[in-house]
C-alpha cells in the first residue's frame, strides 16, 4: 500500500525556515513534488523533483526561497523553505506520481496525495 506521510510544518515568524520532510512507502516514484493550499484559495503547486535530482521545478513564488532534494535510499523528499513570508502559510501536501514530463505543476497529474502538514507564518 502506498502511503505519503508529512512531517516538519509548524509556526515561524516571518524570515524564518522550516525543513518539510515527506516519506514514502510501499514504492518509488518518477516524480516528487510539493503543492500548498491557503484558506480560501485554490490548491497551487511549489516544487518537484525528477528522478535523483536531476531536474527540480518551482514555482515563480518561491524561487530563490525553497529548495527541493530527494534521498532515494530513504525514498524521502524534502522541502527546505528560508526566508519565509506569510503569505506562504498554507497547508503543505506531498504528491508523487508517473507525471508526464511537462506537467510536472499539474496537480491532477499526481496519482498519490499525503494528508498534508500545516506551515503558519507569522508577521
Known amino acids: 500500500q502506498v502511503q505519503l506521510v508529512e512531517s516538519g510544518g509548524g509556526l515561524v515568524q516571518a524570515g524564518g525556515s522550516l525543513r518539510l520532510s515527506c516519506a514514502a512507502s510501499?514504492?518509488?516514484?518518477?516524480?516528487m513534488g510539493w503543492f500548498r493550499q491557503a484558506p480560501g484559495k485554490e490548491r497551487e503547486f511549489v516544487a518537484a523533483?525528477?528522478?535523483?535530482?536531476?531536474?527540480?521545478y518551482y514555482a515563480d513564488s518561491v524561487k530563490g526561497r525553497f529548495t527541493i532534494s530527494r534521498d532515494y535510499v530513504k525514498n524521502t523528499v524534502y522541502l527546505q523553505m528560508n526566508s519565509l513570508k506569510p503569505e506562504d502559510t498554507a497547508v503543505y501536501y506531498c504528491?508523487?506520481?508517473?507525471?508526464?514530463?511537462?506537467?510536472?505543476?499539474?496537480?491532477?497529474?499526481?496519482?498519490?496525495w499525503g494528508q498534508g502538514t500545516q506551515v503558519t507564518v507569522s508577521s
Open positions: 523533483i525528477r528522478g535523483s535530482g536531476g531536474s527540480t
Open positions: 510501499g514504492r518509488t516514484f518518477a516524480i
Open positions: 504528491a508523487a506520481g508517473s507525471v508526464p514530463w511537462g506537467r510536472e505543476v499539474v496537480a491532477d497529474r499526481y496519482d498519490y
